[in-house]
């Protein structure tokens, strides 16, 4: 029954996980194909209309939607700062060919009107804006007041993040939807868009038509097409999915392994106390195959049973689980797909490690000859380990002598428990190492590398003029200049389109660490990648990294890298700041600063930067933090509580039924133990003995497997977005070994409690 | 005349409850006098292991008092209970219950490392014969010999009463009588009341006094007035 319930949970997990993945896959393909998500994105600083039908034309586009887009700072009650958003134009008086949006709430925009917008429905939930409200919001340096008439979602828009920040959070990023003139006008793109979007035919060549849409787009500033695959949302929904299709994977097969264990003990329990039967069928001329047949029937009854159990319950658990997730995602419907292959997989998994365990147990059916069979067997041979007794005779008395020669004696059995028991270790080891992991991502994140309190972005670049101006406020304590620069990373293949930032040398508020969290000094030449950023390039320090600049003059450059900097959050990569301005041929030229400020004056300097007309956005560490903690513990990243619990339990698992074993195949010396006068506490001693010296060998092995293990479940559960680090650090251990030894404790209470109930006078009947 | 080792008034033990219910004695008065040898005899089911296992301390009778001399054993708490299992009682078993972990010698340490007045392990190991395979592990003794081994644990303690459920139920004859010989040993040496379970009738031949048992109670108590030694017992 126990056993069953085992195989139910791996196989149950087998098929709510895959069932969750191939839903949230089959939900966001329906959702991107009915919204017409583009495919490929090209930004552009400004191209003409008539451009539009030269990018129609290229060979395997299908459609085309050129639209305006800009920055938006949108003024919000509950915020002392304006919120940054996107604009984003819909066609007048059509319905856009691509990335149309999904109306939940109010109507759509009437283009007469060019103060009417839509507005995302995550972030006007998340300020309680309602249809019907005036927002006032800054475009373009003008501050102008708009009717919300609508609230709305686009598959484009699932994840928002603000520019220059990496953590999504609905509060602080805002999506504001508005007729093209009216937007254009607010950024002087009449006759013209800076964005094209664009969607292939069946099999086109989608490098091909990237390449095609940047030659046509080259001569007005188009900074790269790039695909779906890079669009940011569409990221870190797809990280999101696959880190729940890594557990997917990988948990239901611990489950069904440690069942299969269970299965072989207790089968062989089985086959043991009936070898009587067995000799008995045999003897009236049973076949082997019919006499294992018997046995290997109750194998596969408890397997398919546990089996079928756990189909129910997978899909039970999925149905409830994905909405939870649709509602994470902010999918507008569901398609709820369970993945046939996976009853499949489960089933027969869960029937072939069961049969496997079964068959091991078979072969001692097999051996067994009927009249061996009637007979009791013989008393288990100890002669081997005689030699221990003359050496710790005297220290020993004959309880702990047992004890020893028990271990000594069957190394193998007690081996098998040792490492079930170090495997329990390992695993509460490598959990525990996991949550420090995760606690320290978020400290080295925002307490060692960035030392800021708020972080201020420019509309474009600017002279450093500006960053003396900032200085000036009252309550700003420092200012550190910043340059970000899009570019695309290259190296032979592996590309990366990201940020390289420009840091001054003497940077003290955002840095470049090493591993020892020391300053990397920032040389004249060379760029500093971070360690996720070098393995995705598979590129070492001394090595030349391309990189393409997305901005200005759009450079391409021959980079040596100087060295590789510790970072959990994303995948930075530094220059010296003038090192990066020369290259660029634009000295002097900052996006944006970090500052430090006094509390105290917090408010005031809020109101002065909102009244900047160079500043794009503020961020606050504070605020991001948060964002960044809810998104770890809601995401792939929540499923770590999840696995620790089951880590757990399967610890206490195999420890107590490690203890319950050994106690079936001593209850007949224990009870005579108890029946020569010993009293319960000494009987319990040679079977809790045994317990505690394998507990406590397997606590070393365990911590040794733990550390390798940590390693790989923390690589699981790094993303692109935040790595996760093993960090190894005593109290973790201390604490995993608390839980093993807790799980002992437990368990020998347990097992204590049977045999203080034991009934002597039917322990002392049944022969071994 | 010599005192009772044990006294029971009424013993009576039902297994199960309601119409499953099964009366493994009846309301059993019996006594048994130091010193004897006392054979229980009756075919399976009629009550005399069950008698040994409540007189030994390992079970509770339903209803009725079971004396140890002058205690009765059907008050005793389970801690009086082992206390008087470790001070006072050697119990043999049909399937010797030996400690395959421990050899010949350590298992009949195992009782004199905790018992009150125990003799020297050898000692107990010479009585039985065994002086020369002390350090042998049960899996290298024959079943004889892992008897007499449990017969030597049972005795190392200077017990009060030695109980032996079926000795040498697993034994051929030449063995069986060995293990006899011992026991009238061990009665005669020590002192020692020595109560034998047994269903071959035979074995009673060589008792102070027979116990039939039948349905639960019992039928008649024989007095031996004349005893055979083992070897003269037809087996």
Request: aromatic share 8%.
């Amino acid at each position: 029954m126990a056993i069953g319930m085992v195989i139910a949970v791996g196989v149950g997990m087998l098929v709510m996980m895959t069932g969750l993945v191939t839903s949230l896959n089959e939900t966001r393909a329906a959702y991107y194909e009915r919204y017409r998500l583009a495919e490929v994105f090209a930004p552009v600083t400004r191209a003409p209309d008539r451009m539009e039908t030269r990018l129609a034309a290229i060979d395997g586009v299908s459609a085309v939607e050129p639209r305006v887009v800009g920055a938006a700072l949108i003024d919000v009650a509950d915020f002392d700062l304006p919120v940054q958003a996107q604009a984003v134009s819909l066609p007048d008086f059509r319905k856009p060919r691509l990335n149309d949006v999904f109306l939940t709430d109010g109507r759509m925009i009437d283009s007469d009107h060019t103060d009417e917008i839509l507005l995302l429905e995550a972030f006007a939930q998340a300020h309680d804006i309602r249809p019907g409200d005036r927002i006032d919001a800054t475009m373009n340096g003008a501050r102008r007041s708009f009717q919300v008439v609508g609230l709305a979602q686009a598959p484009e828009f699932l994840y928002t993040t603000a520019p220059g920040e990496l953590i999504p959070d609905d509060a602080r990023f805002g999506v504001i939807w508005m007729s093209r003139s009216a937007l254009a006008a607010a950024y002087d793109m009449d006759g013209a868009f800076n964005e094209a979007l664009l969607s292939l035919s069946r099999g086109a060549n989608e490098a091909a038509v990237m390449a095609a849409v940047d030659r046509i787009l080259d001569p007005y500033g188009g900074t790269g097409a790039y695909p779906l695959a890079d669009q940011a949302s569409n990221q870190l929904v797809s990280e999101e999915i696959s880190g729940l299709e890594a557990a997917a994977v990988g948990v239901p097969p611990i489950f069904l392994a440690v069942a299969a264990f269970l299965l072989y003990i207790v089968i062989n329990r089985m086959v043991q106390s009936e070898r009587e039967e067995i000799g008995l069928m045999k003897a009236f001329g049973y076949t082997n195959g019919e006499v294992g047949a018997h046995y290997f029937k109750l194998v596969l009854a408890i397997a398919f049973g546990g089996a079928l159990a756990g189909c129910l319950m997978g899909i039970a658990g999925g149905r409830a689980l994905i909405q939870v997730y649709v509602a994470y995602f902010k999918f507008p419907f569901l398609v709820f797909q369970l993945d046939p292959a996976s009853f499949v997989t489960g089933v027969s998994v869960s029937i072939l490690s069961a049969s496997a365990g079964g068959l091991l147990v078979l072969r001692s059916v097999f051996a067994l000859t009927p009249a061996a069979a009637m007979r009791a067997p013989a008393p288990a041979d100890y002669s081997r380990t005689g030699a221990i007794g003359h050496t710790l005779n005297r220290f020993l008395d004959q309880p702990s002598r047992m004890v020893l020669r028990r271990i000594t004696r069957q190394p193998a059995r007690m081996a098998g428990a040792m490492i079930g028991i170090a495997c329990g270790m390992a695993l509460s080891v490598s959990m525990i190492t996991i949550y420090a992991g995760f606690d320290r991502t978020i400290d080295l994140t925002f307490n060692v590398i960035d030392r800021s309190d708020v972080t201020v972005t420019f509309t474009h670049a600017r002279s450093d003029a500006t960053i003396f101006n900032l200085r000036r406020m009252k309550g700003v304590t420092f200012v550190e200049p910043v340059r970000h620069v899009p570019a695309v990373l290259r190296n032979g293949l592996a590309t990366h389109r990201g940020v390289v930032s420009g840091l001054p040398p003497d940077a003290r508020l955002s840095r470049a660490l090493d591993s020892d969290l020391a300053d990397i000094p920032l040389k004249n030449v060379g760029i500093v990648l971070s360690t996720a950023l070098a393995t995705k390039l598979s590129i070492r320090p001394g090595d030349t990294l391309t990189v393409e600049v997305r901005e200005g003059r759009q450079p391409v450059l021959q980079i040596p890298v100087t060295a590789v900097a510790e970072s959990l959050l994303g995948s930075p990569s530094y220059m010296d700041l003038d090192t990066l301005n020369r290259a660029l041929r634009e000295p002097n030229r900052v996006s944006g600063a970090y500052l430090s400020i006094d509390e105290a004056h917090a408010t005031d300097i809020y109101a002065a930067l909102q009244d900047m007309p160079t500043v794009a956005g503020v961020s606050l560490k504070s605020q991001a933090e948060v964002a960044f903690e809810t998104l770890m513990n809601t995401g792939a990243g929540a499923i770590r509580y999840v696995m620790g619990a089951i880590a757990f339990v399967i610890t206490f698992g195999i420890v107590y039924n490690a203890a319950r074993i050994a106690y079936a195949e001593r209850s007949r010396d224990l009870a005579s133990l108890r029946v020569i006068g010993f009293t319960k506490g000494e009987a319990a001693f040679v079977l809790l003995g045994e317990l505690a010296i394998v507990t406590l060998v397997a606590l070393p092995i365990g911590s040794v497997l733990g550390y390798y293990l940590s390693f790989g479940i923390a690589a699981g559960f790094s993303s692109e977005l935040y790595q996760i680090p093993a960090i190894f650090d005593p109290a973790s251990y201390g604490f995993a070994a608390m839980v093993v030894l807790g799980a002992g404790v437990a368990s020998g209470w347990l097992v204590k409690r049977d045999i203080d109930r034991a009934d002597l006078v039917s322990a002392l009947k049944t022969r071994e | 005349m010599a005192r009772n080792t044990f006294t029971t008034k009424g013993i009576t033990k039902v297994y199960g409850e309601g119409r499953s219910a099964v009366h493994a004695l009846r309301g059993v008065d019996l006594d048994i006098p130091e010193g004897e040898i006392v054979v229980l005899l009756g075919p399976s089911g009629s009550g005399k292991s069950t008698l040994l296992n409540i007189i030994g301390g390992l079970d509770r009778a339903t209803k009725g008092d079971a004396y140890f001399q002058d205690r009765n054993l059907s008050e005793m708490t389970d801690k009086q209970l082992t206390r008087y299992r470790r001070d006072h009682v050697g119990f043999v078993f049909q399937f010797y219950n030996l400690m395959p972990s421990l050899t010949a010698r350590e298992n009949v340490e195992l009782v004199t490392e905790i018992a009150r007045d125990p003799m020297e392990p050898d000692e107990a190991l010479a009585m039985v014969g065994l002086r020369e395979r002390v350090d042998h592990f049960p899996a290298q003794l024959s079943g004889g010999e892992q008897q007499r081994v449990a017969i030597a644990r049972a005795v190392a303690k200077n017990p009060t009463v030695l109980f032996c459920d079926e000795p040498t139920g697993a034994l051929d004859s030449t063995t069986g009588r060995a293990v006899l010989n011992v026991l009238k040993d061990v009665n005669e040496k020590l002192g020692a009341t020595v109560l034998i379970v047994t269903h071959a009738a035979s074995q009673a031949a060589m008792a102070d006094r027979v116990i039939h048992f039948a349905d639960g109670g019992i039928r008649e108590v024989v007095v031996n007035h004349t005893k055979l030694t083992p070897e003269e017992i037809d087996w």
